[in-house]
């Protein structure tokens, strides 16, 4: 999808006061806040086990060409195909030519973060293949031609009342005219309209929560299924991952599945995990003829060992974007892009440039929370930072902040002549407030007084009250 | 005693000495809170002194991306503090920043990052370093009244402040602590955020003020004071009357001045 | 498109400040690594396995039946079909383990893969895991995936022996039984759901709409 991130700040003022998405944001704080504590509350071993997850993904970091070609030749071993793609480009092309050599009509896809990367479904619908999303909340977003809004639940900002309107309109087609209210309904009904894609699918996509050296296996991790029924009902079988989700062993991906359903939705393990490995076996009744394993770079490899380094542990579990109040305030399209929330604002200006995304590493009170609870412990404030000082590097900050940024940078360098301007400056405003304590309005301060009263210096500052008693003493 | 710091204590004794590192803040809104951070501090037996070559720490500059204006600064720090037993720093962001960012800012020169790790090892927020490194017990003070907590993310996230406010709150007689919800949220505040994405950062500290409101609690206390300008401000803005201090002024006995925001003789017409 | 693999590959070795692909000795010892996998901390789970599997997997609405042995398999199901108003049919799995169970007369019973108007599929497991409440089917000419995602009901027949304590155990077994990794490997723990409107949890979304293992003692 194209970025809108440089319309964040009006998107944002636009969320704000968007009554229905409030009304969703607060889901996600009795839900996936409140699940993910319980989880955490009852294991014990959480902490251990994030530790030793975190040390099983640098390890693998650091050995990342061999883990990759270890994967690559078991998936090759076992009957599939391994392509390599450096850009979202040639991934499309990758996808397409293997659709195209099928004879494909339709295609089924399961939740794919690197397949919206790569805006995917754009590319197969331009080249005449009818792409059906088949995770409910992709499809939801599908039908209302909307991005996601979060990396688990890319519905999460849409009202019951909203998905009702959407399937009433979209499945008269079936022949379904009754407008269906409740949760059971809209589900049984999405159940029933997809059923019949399933089943005529050519090929199906999904994506990879794993690669697994050790077996040459791509895992999906999903509630409902249709990952599952994507992966093995059509006669070709495609996945899209991200370079970096190779894991060793088939040990290792158990430790890391610990952390990731518990730090996602607060489930221990969801309904299916699914290892795929190589197409159907000679005698098997069912299963795709084709097993085919797209790796993408896209700047992945870039971030190896550098200031963003830590950004290739993610394991796109979506807790830090739970958690984040910034992304509970706005939800997840003011970011403009695939990704969301603190892990969106890291890599969503690493991808597509940070004169398209330039508000994102700032839209952040650096508070941490994104941090405390990443099951694989990135330092994400530290890493918006780091984009911060790329901005300033690159003159990308606004004139106004860096002159004002300077003026405080010289004068808190110069300590006697910082406490002679400013100690002046705040007695001065506090004669000026000395009625009310506090200022509704002050020149140069807009950002501020817009949204709350200034209160007032005391006085005198500390240090040259100090130095008179100082000097009181003395003498 | 050295020549470019001020200086005081009660007794003769050799002490600890400590180097208030007053923060900009407090300096220059809020002096009280410096004054009862001495006061705490001299109780409990410590000798402070006020280096004169300070003023900011740099959490500014570090947070807009302008890491070499933040080193200056930082070695300014360093040199102005390094020769006290401890730094102490009534602001968990302030003693956060000394703590754990000078160490990575100097991670390429190994001369500055020795001293920067020295101090940091030596470094400390005003309330927890009562509590955890002088093990301070009885203020001696007493405050009828209720109030709540708010938790700052820097000092709760990078220096595990949390317990140690409450221990000292829960000692202060006649006073009853009650805990808002989400007491660890951001309040909005941020440093520059608030003022560059008002509209999100007024999102944030009306939650908050809506917690503190709930609990009906007379005042708000917290540990940093960019925070509770913040949420003063917004309390005020919304025209309630929780009263807004420092929790320094609160456990030194000095929280009887116009809390933040209010005025000696206070003149609310609108 | 080799050309990409090598810009990738060439990529990731500059970031990590190599020549070249690691040398020999590292290469062995990871290599080694991969073949001689060692599980990483495993949570304690306490003694009584099967008794947690079946708190587990009835946390998660997983329906659980015990019986003495595998013929009572026959009535759990024709009531199972009755209480849910499934129809007669079902499919059951060309699993030898589900051979010989006595069958209902007047119920239509099918040995193959499933289709799209499945009402009830009956599967063995190649394993269960107590920690999470979790079977674990493996795909074969006995055990077809399809019977696991398409039918409306899955009814999977399990032996209380085949419950093993963690994850890792499975791996360990398989490895035990030389029993390469198939076209798929299924851990399934409870029946499908989702929580995409308005976060409200609704099973039954696109596979099976209720789980229901029967654990036969012998």
């Not at chain 2, 400390?124 to 700052?152: M, P, Q, W």
């Not at chain 2, 919800?181 to 908050?208: A, M, Q, R």
């Not at chain 2, 006995?253 to 809390?259: F, Q």
């Amino acid at each position: 999808m194209k970025p809108t991130s440089s319309q964040f700040k009006k998107s944002a003022r636009v969320a704000l006061v968007d009554p229905d998405l409030q009304r969703a944001m607060g889901f996600i704080r009795s839900g996936f806040v409140e699940n993910r504590r319980a989880a955490v509350e009852k294991l014990p071993e959480f902490d251990e086990l994030r530790r030793s997850a975190r040390g099983i993904k640098e390890h693998t970091l650091q050995n990342l060409d061999f883990y990759l070609q270890a994967f690559e030749k078991r998936v090759k071993a076992d009957g599939g195909q391994v392509y390599w793609a450096s850009t979202p480009e040639e991934a499309r092309d990758i996808v397409l030519g293997i659709c195209r050599r099928a004879g494909a009509k339709r295609v089924t896809k399961a939740k794919s973060m690197v397949g919206e990367e790569i805006a995917i479904n754009e590319a197969l619908e331009s080249a005449g293949f009818e792409a059906i999303e088949t995770d409910l909340g992709e499809y939801i977003i599908q039908l209302a031609e909307e991005p996601p809004s979060h990396i688990i639940a890319p519905a999460v900002h849409k009202t019951k009342s909203q998905i009702t309107e959407l399937f009433h309109k979209h499945h008269a087609r079936y022949g379904y005219t009754e407008r269906q209210t409740e949760v059971p309904g809209l589900v049984d009904e999405a159940r029933q309209v997809l059923r019949e894609k399933f089943l005529s699918a050519d090929v199906g996509i999904t994506g990879a929560n794993f690669l697994v050296a050790e077996t040459g296996s791509t895992v999906i991790v999903t509630n409902e299924g249709n990952g599952d029924l994507t992966n093995t009902l059509p006669p070709v079988h495609i996945v899209t991952a991200g370079i970096e989700k190779v894991v060793p062993t088939r040990e290792d991906v158990s430790t890391l599945l610990r952390v990731l359903a518990r730090s996602a939705t607060g489930q221990e393990m969801s309904v299916y995990t699914t290892f795929s490995t190589g197409p159907r076996r000679q005698n098997d009744l069912d299963g795709p003829t084709e097993f085919h394993v797209v790796l993408l770079d896209n700047g992945r490899s870039q971030m190896l060992g550098n200031e963003f380094h830590e950004m290739l542990r993610c394991i796109r579990c979506g807790a830090c974007m739970n958690h984040c109040p910034v992304y509970q305030g706005i939800g997840g399209h003011a970011y403009g892009w695939v990704y969301v929330g603190p892990m969106g604002s890291v890599l969503t200006p690493l991808m597509v440039g940070l004169d398209q995304a330039g508000d994102l590493p700032n839209a952040c009170t650096l508070n941490g929370r994104c941090e405390e609870v990443c099951p694989m412990g990135i330092g994400l404030p530290g890493m918006l930072r780091q984009l911060r000082r790329r901005q300033y590097q690159n003159r990308q900050t606004s004139t106004v902040s860096r002159v004002a940024l300077a003026a405080w940078s010289f004068l808190v360098r110069r300590p006697r002549l910082y406490r002679r301007v400013m100690g002046g400056a705040v007695a001065s405003l506090a004669w000026l407030a000395r009625r009310r304590g506090r200022f509704r309005h002050m020149l140069f301060a807009g950002g501020w007084t817009s949204v709350r009263d200034l209160p007032a210096p005391q006085g005198s500052s500390f240090q040259n009250q100090w130095r008179k008693r100082r000097q009181g003493s003395q003498s | 005693m050295t020549s470019d710091a001020t200086s005081s204590s009660r007794n003769d004794s050799p002490s600890i000495r400590v180097g208030l590192f007053v923060t900009c803040l407090v300096d220059l809104m809020r002096p009280n809170v410096g004054f009862a951070a001495v006061k705490l501090l001299e109780d409990a037996g410590c000798l402070v002194e006020v280096p004169e070559l300070q003023s900011c720490c740099g959490q500014p500059a570090y947070n807009s991306g302008d890491f070499s204006d933040t080193q200056r600064i930082a070695r300014q720090v360093i040199a102005a503090f390094e020769a006290y037993d401890y730094v102490v720093a009534p602001s968990g962001s302030c003693a956060g920043m000394i703590k754990e960012h000078y160490p990575r800012l100097f991670a390429t020169d190994a001369g500055w990052r020795n001293r920067a790790q020295q101090l940091a090892g030596r470094c400390y927020e005003l309330v927890s370093f009562l509590h955890d490194v002088l093990a301070v017990e009885d203020l001696s003070i007493a405050r009828k009244g209720s109030v709540t907590y708010h938790d700052s993310c820097s000092g709760l996230r990078e220096l595990g402040i949390h317990g140690q406010p409450r221990a000292f709150l829960g000692r202060v007689s006649g006073l009853e602590l009650r805990e808002m919800t989400d007491s660890n949220v951001c309040c909005g505040f941020g440093g520059t955020f608030c003022v560059k994405y008002p509209k999100i950062s007024e999102h944030l500290v009306s939650n908050k003020v809506a917690n503190i409101a709930d609990t009906g609690a007379d005042a708000l206390l917290g540990g940093d004071l960019g925070c509770l300008l913040n949420i003063a401000g917004r309390i005020k803005r919304e025209g309630r009357a929780t009263k807004v201090y420092h929790v320094a002024e609160v456990l030194a006995g000095m929280a009887d001045v116009p809390a933040i925001g209010d005025a000696d003789t206070p003149d609310d017409t609108p | 498109m080799s050309d990409a693999r090598e810009q990738v590959l060439a990529n990731i070795r500059a970031a990590l400040n190599r020549a070249g692909p690691l040398p020999d000795s590292i290469a062995r010892s990871l290599q080694g690594r991969l073949s001689r996998p060692r599980a990483n901390l495993k949570p304690a789970i306490g003694g009584d396995t099967i008794a947690h599997f079946i708190e587990k997997l009835g946390s998660v609405s997983g329906k659980i039946t015990r019986v003495a042995s595998i013929d009572k398999v026959a009535e759990v199901v024709a009531r199972h079909l009755e209480s849910f108003d499934l129809g007669d049919a079902l499919v059951v799995a060309p699993d030898p383990a589900l051979e010989g169970i006595p069958w209902s007369n007047r119920l239509g019973v099918e040995r193959r893969a499933a289709a799209g108007g499945d009402r009830l599929s009956v599967t063995g497991a190649y394993a269960a895991v107590a920690e999470t409440g979790s079977l674990v089917l493996l795909s074969s000419p006995d055990s077809p995936t399809t019977l696991n995602f398409l039918p409306d009901d899955h009814v999977i027949v399990l032996r209380e022996s085949q419950i093993v304590p963690h994850i890792e155990d499975v791996w360990v077994r398989m490895r035990s039984d030389k029993q390469a990794m198939p076209r798929t490997v299924n851990f399934i723990t409870g029946p499908s759901k989702t929580a995409d409107v308005e976060q409200t949890i609704q099973e039954g979304a696109h596979g099976p709409r209720r789980l229901h293992v029967i654990l036969v003692a012998k």
